[in-house]
């Protein structure tokens, strides 16, 4: 079993930048393909950005592309999402999940693992 709990989030204004943290326990992650999620208010949950297990391979949903970047560090059993140029419609809960095969997984249903989010709200 994994365990995944994500940090980082908060109120931020448009325009400023926020790095989500997605801390797993349980066991390492390392040959686990990562993924982050998000869920407006009203809003089914939507794909972000996944990576795979060594960090090599990314992809990002178009609506994220050139702001966010995903990123994990195997030795901390820890993956980032760092989110640059904040709009209001980035505001959501982001989830971050853990899925049992090494490459970039980009369907919630492949996913196993999943954190219990972290709320990101930007202001304009």
């Known amino acids: 079993q994994v365990q995944l709990v994500e940090s980082g989030g908060g109120l931020v204004q448009a325009g400023g930048s926020l790095t989500l943290s997605c801390a797993a326990s349980?066991?390492?992650?390392?040959?686990?393909?990562m993924g982050w999620f998000r869920q407006a208010p009203e809003k089914e949950r939507e794909f972000v950005a996944a990576?795979?297990?060594?960090?090599?391979?990314?992809y990002y949903a178009d609506s994220v592309k050139g702001r966010f970047t995903i990123s994990r560090d195997n030795a901390k059993n820890t993956v980032y999402l760092h989110i640059d140029s904040l709009k209001p419609e980035d505001t959501a809960v982001y989830y971050c999940?853990?899925?049992?095969?090494?490459?970039?997984?980009?369907?919630?249903?492949?996913?196993?693992?999943w954190g219990q989010g972290t709320q990101v709200t930007v202001s304009s």
């Open positions: 999940a853990a899925a049992h095969l090494p490459d970039v997984v980009l369907m919630a249903s492949r996913y196993n693992y």
């Open positions: 349980g066991r390492t992650i390392r040959n686990y393909g």
């Open positions: 990576i795979n297990w060594s960090g090599g391979s990314t």
